[in-house]
């Protein structure tokens, strides 16, 4: 990497998962890592010390799995970048890849669960069906649940497949949002083979979430996070007797089990406040807490070891991701180190309702007055952890301040806040991102004729709705796959999307096309004056590129400045090259359009 600037160092520093392993063959591995240029699927044998490549896509292919019996590794491959396709399978010593579930649709991918004879899929469908697909003793595959609302296997990429089946099979977990509320999911328990349901928790009026099977055969207690009141707690649900009991630990913040110890007394506890999380280790007959020493800073997924001993993959601003275990070691390292970023710092402000607003401010050295970036984050519902982004560090190398709220509607800060952006999109979380520049302007360091707002995917949304609503406080602005015309987007995404936007919303453009009109972005499109840089997935199903163009075009009727750039795929990029081709991209947008930043 000699020659190349620090940003693209940091950018191409290779970067791994935590990863998973067979409860039956623990000594083998799978993971995913960008260390080949594109984020692909990896294996570990333990025994051998052999590492090897799975996958082998333009695309990238970034979630895999080992079968129960650690044969083979199953994987999630796309064909576009659409984030549709299909399951396929590759001997764990090499060799072709063949599709798994014969006879499943392609579509969306809806999560997948596996336990010795069992396995279960999720898969959504441009039709705006969603469905949930087994195959139990090796019988075809077939259809045990549907529904024209969200519904999916319990778990995520962070989970892996501890939340979908209970150890010995005879259980799987599901999420839905057949009360019609997609972020306060509900929670179902169904037999494999039938589809039977055999329990059920959560109304939509607060979110249910399945995190973890006790993995003791036999054992039906599942871990579960809900929101009695306004944080997430944790309870255990033994579903074969429907014990449900609280999990009382005297931790702030949010909590959520991450992993079972393998004799299921205890489990491992993650604790989420203010963009930092910790872990504990919990004893479930009585709630006592032990906290385990880890660095400061965020801490995605940790799983357990048979030896008991707790992996976790932690990062901060200055260091970028990497696996830990409880004792300090690094039991899985890979790659060159990349170069240290400069810190986050805790940034508290005020928002126009009196509530204060958490976030993180990155400085640069020297250099003042400085440029001010606020950078919006995605989601809405996600939030900026203290983590290292290396994209953050190319503004900050360029000489900003970057500035990252977490607004209204952002997770992390319980339910209340999370949910304040439920029926008022585009002026709840916009509003306090207005208050954190105004907040900003009042430093001696900042230039208030160089101020950009920036974002990806809801966070370019929001550039968007700042520089139509709120034109005079904005130099430029950076929109990443964004929503530029919320109407046609709606018509045109993905259908996990659609449902999303209902449960944001209160419905459908045809519902609410007041509220639709008030919150898109191409109402307020001829009041745009400031350079804005476009960032667009060709084959993007969340943001698709119809509807961002649309915005593009109303921009050039009217002559008004702008740039497009568009890659190949679609929600983002895993191919290192694009990546750095992006932000080459953006750097130099900053550079023409605000005089006097630093060379990089």
């Known amino acids: 990497m000699n020659g190349m600037p620090l940003w693209e160092q940091r950018l191409r520093a290779p970067v791994h998962s935590l990863p998973r392993w067979s409860r039956d063959r623990p000594d083998r591995l799978v993971y995913e890592t960008n260390a080949s240029?594109?984020?692909?699927?990896?294996?570990?044998?333990?025994?051998?010390?052999?590492?090897?490549?799975?996958?082998?896509?333009?695309?990238?292919?970034?979630?895999?799995?080992?079968?129960?019996?650690?044969?083979e590794v199953i994987f999630w491959q796309e064909d576009t970048g659409d984030e549709t396709g299909a399951w396929l399978a590759q001997p764990f010593e090499g060799g072709g890849s063949e599709p798994f579930l014969d006879g499943a649709p392609r579509g969306w991918n809806g999560g997948i669960a596996q336990r010795s004879g069992v396995v279960a899929a999720g898969i959504s469908t441009d039709d705006g069906a969603f469905a949930v697909f087994t195959s139990v003793d090796g019988r075809p595959l077939r259809s045990?649940?549907?529904?024209?609302?969200?519904?999916?296997?319990?778990?995520?990429?962070?989970?892996?497949?501890?939340?979908?089946?209970?150890?010995?099979?005879?259980?799987?977990?599901?999420?839905?949002?057949?009360?019609?509320?997609?972020?306060?999911?509900?929670?179902?328990?169904?037999?494999?083979?039938?589809?039977?349901?055999?329990?059920?928790?959560?109304?939509?009026?607060?979110?249910?979430?399945?995190?973890?099977?006790?993995?003791?055969?036999?054992?039906?207690?599942?871990?579960?996070?809900?929101?009695?009141?306004?944080r997430q707690r944790v309870a255990i649900w033994n579903v074969a007797t429907d014990d449900w009991r609280e999990l009382d630990v005297d931790v702030p913040g949010d909590q959520r089990v991450a992993d079972w110890f393998p004799d299921g007394d205890a489990v491992v506890l993650i604790a989420a406040l203010d963009g930092r999380e910790r872990l504990y280790k919990v004893e479930v007959a009585n709630g006592d807490a032990t906290q385990m020493p880890t660095p400061r800073g965020s801490i995605a997924s940790a799983r357990v070891r048979p030896d008991g001993r707790v992996w976790f993959q932690h990062t901060d601003g200055v260091h970028p991701a990497r696996v830990l275990d409880d004792t300090g070691a690094e039991p899985f390292a890979g790659g060159s180190p990349a170069p240290p970023g400069r810190p986050f710092k805790d940034w508290r402000y005020t928002n126009d309702h009196g509530q204060e607003v958490h976030g993180w401010i990155v400085e640069p050295e020297g250099g003042v007055p400085r440029p001010l970036m606020v950078f919006v984050h995605g989601g809405p519902h996600w939030s900026y952890d203290d983590r290292y982004m290396p994209e953050v560090q190319a503004y900050v190398d360029q000489g900003f301040l970057v500035a990252m709220p977490?607004?209204?509607?952002?997770?992390?800060?319980?339910?209340?806040?999370?949910?304040?952006?439920?029926?008022?999109?585009?002026?709840?979380?916009?509003?306090?991102?207005?208050?954190?520049?105004?907040?900003?302007?009042?430093?001696?360091?900042?230039?208030?004729?160089?101020?950009?707002?920036?974002?990806?995917?809801?966070?370019?949304?929001?550039?968007?709705?700042?520089?139509?609503?709120?034109?005079?406080?904005?130099?430029?602005?950076?929109?990443?796959?964004?929503?530029?015309?919320?109407?046609?987007a709606y018509a045109e995404e993905a259908p996990s999307l659609q449902a999303m936007d209902r449960a944001l919303f209160g419905g459908t453009p045809e519902d609410k096309p007041d509220l639709y009109a008030r919150a898109n972005p191409i109402t307020y499109v001829d009041a745009v004056d400031a350079p804005v840089l476009f960032v667009i997935g060709e084959n993007d199903s969340r943001c698709p590129l119809g509807q961002a163009l649309a915005f593009v075009d109303k921009l050039a009727e009217r002559d008004a400045p702008h740039e497009v750039y568009r890659f190949a795929t679609g929600h983002g990029s895993a191919v290192l090259d694009e990546d750095v081709r992006q932000i080459r991209a953006i750097l130099a947008f900053l550079d023409r359009t605000l005089p006097g930043l630093k060379p990089v």
């Open 37 to 71: 240029g594109i984020w692909q699927v990896h294996v570990w044998d333990v025994a051998t010390g052999e590492r090897r490549q799975v996958s082998d896509h333009p695309v990238g292919v970034r979630e895999g799995y080992l079968t129960p019996d650690a044969s």
């Open 144 to 230: 045990i649940a549907s529904s024209n609302q969200w519904l999916g296997i319990a778990g995520d990429v962070d989970s892996g497949d501890l939340a979908g089946l209970s150890a010995d099979g005879s259980f799987l977990a599901l999420q839905h949002a057949e009360h019609g509320n997609l972020m306060h999911p509900a929670l179902r328990i169904v037999e494999p083979g039938s589809g039977a349901v055999a329990a059920e928790r959560g109304d939509g009026t607060a979110a249910v979430i399945g995190t973890a099977w006790s993995p003791v055969p036999g054992d039906q207690r599942l871990a579960v996070t809900h929101e009695p009141k306004d």
């Open 406 to 488: 977490n607004y209204r509607g952002s997770t992390g800060y319980g339910r209340a806040w999370r949910d304040a952006l439920t029926g008022d999109p585009g002026f709840t979380d916009v509003d306090d991102v207005t208050a954190g520049l105004r907040d900003l302007l009042k430093r001696p360091d900042v230039d208030p004729t160089r101020v950009v707002v920036a974002g990806w995917s809801w966070g370019g949304y929001v550039t968007l709705m700042e520089l139509g609503r709120n034109p005079d406080l904005w130099t430029a602005g950076v929109a990443g796959i964004p929503v530029g015309d919320y109407v046609r």
